[in-house]
């Protein structure tokens, strides 16, 4: 697969392409297709996924434009495929554009719901975050390992112990500033995608690391150093 390579081409490996694009509605297809087509940055060697990202500087005239894009990778994000993986979130720098810009999917009873823009998926909601911080972690001796996975490191999984409660600030997709606090689930969501923003994998955080079978998915043990040298 090289540095880089589209969703589409992976759906369409697991027979699962024209499955998923028959759940989209048909007047979102051509922009979500856009995004399934578009490269996304992998492997941990990769310079680009290596940078720090750029704060995003907005003016009232590329607002409109900066908030239709952010919209329609938010749908991307919401239609996703069960059958295959569902992101629990989007750093801009997996997709070439070093902004530093997150779409997480929160749990939506761990939040309390504000004055931001999100997709209310029930269960879940996917939330656009400009220029997030993280403030404070609240109980630093509150510290769980969770298992996570990336669209950067495709057929991989990893162990990564992350703190439980943490406060953050952003920017929504209105331009209004927000502070809250998250916990559990919907911490270590956040802190996996601000990661990117500075480039950083979870793989560097990992206690275990494993390489997934793509026909089994049956999963097998491998060294940071065995993973920094693959490329599938």
């Not at 081409?9 to 027979?15: F, W």
């Not at 856009?34 to 490269?39: F, G, K, N, Q, T």
């Not at 057929?155 to 990564?160: D, E, K, L, R």
Request: hydrophobic share 45%; net charge negative.
């Amino acid at each position: 697969m090289g540095n880089s390579y589209s969703i589409a081409s992976y759906l369409k490996r697991d027979a699962v392409f024209e499955q998923y694009l028959s759940s989209v509605p048909e007047n979102l297809r051509k922009d979500i297709l856009s995004i399934l087509e578009r490269p996304i940055l992998t492997w941990l060697k990769n310079s680009k996924l290596r940078k720090v990202s750029w704060e995003v500087k907005i003016s009232p005239q590329t607002l409109i434009n900066t908030q239709i894009a952010l919209w329609k990778t938010m749908d991307f994000l919401s239609y996703f495929p069960l059958v295959w993986a569902r992101p629990l979130g989007l750093a801009l720098p997996q997709l070439w554009i070093q902004k530093r810009i997150i779409i997480v999917n929160l749990k939506s009873e761990l939040i309390k719901k504000i004055s931001w823009s999100f997709v209310d998926k029930g269960e879940f909601c996917d939330i656009c975050m400009m220029n997030p911080k993280l403030l404070e972690i609240i109980n630093p001796e509150d510290v769980k390992e969770n298992r996570e996975a990336c669209l950067s490191l495709p057929w991989v999984a990893g162990i990564v112990p992350r703190p439980q409660s943490i406060r953050i600030s952003f920017l929504d997709i209105r331009w209004e500033e927000n502070e809250i606090e998250l916990y559990e689930i919907n911490a270590v969501v956040f802190q996996h995608e601000f990661d990117h923003l500075n480039g950083v994998l979870y793989a560097d955080r990992a206690s275990k690391l494993f390489l997934v079978d793509s026909d089994t998915k049956q999963e097998y043990p491998i060294t940071y150093k065995e993973l920094e040298d693959l490329i599938l």
